[in-house]
């Protein structure tokens, strides 16, 4: 039984163009949600953070929105860069984030 | 500042053999957890140390498993024996310890990439 789930297992988007990725919980017991980029052959990499007391968190390119009676999130990079072209990984957690779920990633492929 | 590191990157072994993985976390950094990655799906916690104490090793899938981590620094996870549903990509990361009211981001090491046959 999935917490975190991630729907789409690819998206594909035009550089300079807007990319969302979508990002669903079932335990409403997580308050703090990260999102996390993947290299091929790396570790994953810290990309940005919301606590539940906010909706909004923003940082450069990236901005991640949470709407909690939803329980959805999604993180908006824009604008896409062939750069950004990596598996994001949403997680989430409880008792300030001290174990982190993670959902199965999506693959964004930005095309220039 | 060195990141989280881990050994070996890749690691072939046979069913029924004995591996065991190591994982330096950044230094000063209390939380150190482990997490696997089976056939490209979500990324599955394992164990989470805070020093040498073994906080929650709720993730760990059964008793061949078994990790270590002596003094508090480095950590062992050692596969004893192997099978070869086991195979996947095994990563550290490190946190440092919270302070009331903020939230410790993990760090991950690069992984390590098992593959038993």
């Known amino acids: 039984d999935q917490q975190v789930k991630q729907n789409s297992p690819s998206l594909s988007v035009q550089e300079g163009r807007i990319s969302i990725l979508n990002c669903d919980y079932t335990?409403?017991?997580?308050?703090?949600f990260l999102w996390y980029k993947k290299y091929p052959a790396e570790g994953p990499t810290f990309l940005i953070s919301?606590?539940?007391?906010?909706d909004k968190n923003e940082d450069g390119r990236f901005t991640v929105f949470l709407n909690k009676s939803a329980k959805h999130l999604s993180l908006h990079i824009v604008p896409s860069q062939p750069g950004d072209s990596a598996v994001y990984f949403c997680?989430?957690?409880?008792?300030?984030?001290?174990?982190?779920?993670f959902g199965p990633g999506t693959r964004l492929s930005v095309l220039p | 500042e060195a990141g989280v590191t881990q050994f070996p990157s890749h690691s072939v072994i046979e069913k029924g053999q004995t591996v065991t993985l190591r994982c330096d976390p950044i230094?000063?950094?209390?939380?150190l957890y482990w997490y696997r990655r089976v056939m490209g799906k979500e990324i599955k916690f394992l164990l989470h140390?805070?020093?040498?104490?073994?906080?929650?090793e709720s993730g760990m899938p059964n008793n061949r498993f078994l990790a270590e981590r002596t003094g508090g620094t480095y950590s062992t996870l050692k596969v004893q024996p192997a099978e070869l549903e086991d195979s996947g990509v095994y990563f550290c990361?490190?946190?440092?310890?919270?302070?009331?009211?903020?939230?410790?981001?993990?760090?991950f090491g690069p992984g390590t990439r098992l593959l038993v046959l």
């Open positions: 990361a490190s946190s440092p310890i919270r302070t009331s009211g903020s939230y410790a981001t993990q760090y």
């Open positions: 335990n409403s017991m997580f308050d703090y």
């Open positions: 919301i606590s539940s007391i906010k």
């Open positions: 997680a989430a957690g409880d008792n300030y984030g001290q174990n982190f779920v």
């Open positions: 230094s000063g950094h209390d939380n």
């Open positions: 140390f805070v020093k040498e104490s073994k906080q929650d």
